[in-house]
């Protein structure tokens, strides 16, 4: 399964499939086209979308603010949009992950 990856103007969208009240935060791989990421945040009062943004940003070595959610705020599976990054740096990102491939 591939990625799903859109080039925007100001940079990149792509989905993320977000499992809250997990052990720890870390991405485990791809489903269904989306990034897979575990989050410790529990899914009340958008406690796990501040802390998917926020994890996000850490991992793709970018600002908060550079992180935005479009779409999914009450869903697991959500919309992410990155200013100022590629699809080609995701990818290699993810393909350097264990057990994901693009």
């Known amino acids: 399964m591939m990625l799903w990856i859109q080039e925007t103007p100001v940079g990149i969208r792509f989905?993320?499939?977000v499992q809250p009240r997990a052990a720890q935060n870390t991405v485990c791989g791809l489903l269904d086209g989306a990034l897979k990421i575990r989050l410790t945040?529990?899914?009340v009062d958008g406690e796990a979308?501040?802390?998917c943004v926020q994890f996000l940003a850490k991992s793709l070595g970018v600002s908060r603010?550079?992180?935005r959610?479009?779409?999914g705020e009450k869903a697991r599976t959500k919309?992410?949009?990155v200013k100022g990054f590629t699809a080609a740096r995701?990818?290699?990102l993810v393909d350097s992950l264990p057990g994901c491939s693009l």
Do not use: F, Y
Request: hydrophobic content about 60%.
């Open 79 to 81: 919309m992410i949009e």
């Open 65 to 67: 603010a550079a992180v």
């Open 69 to 71: 959610l479009v779409a």
């Open 90 to 92: 995701l990818r290699q």
């Open 49 to 51: 979308n501040a802390a």
């Open 41 to 43: 945040a529990p899914p």
């Open 15 to 17: 989905k993320v499939r």
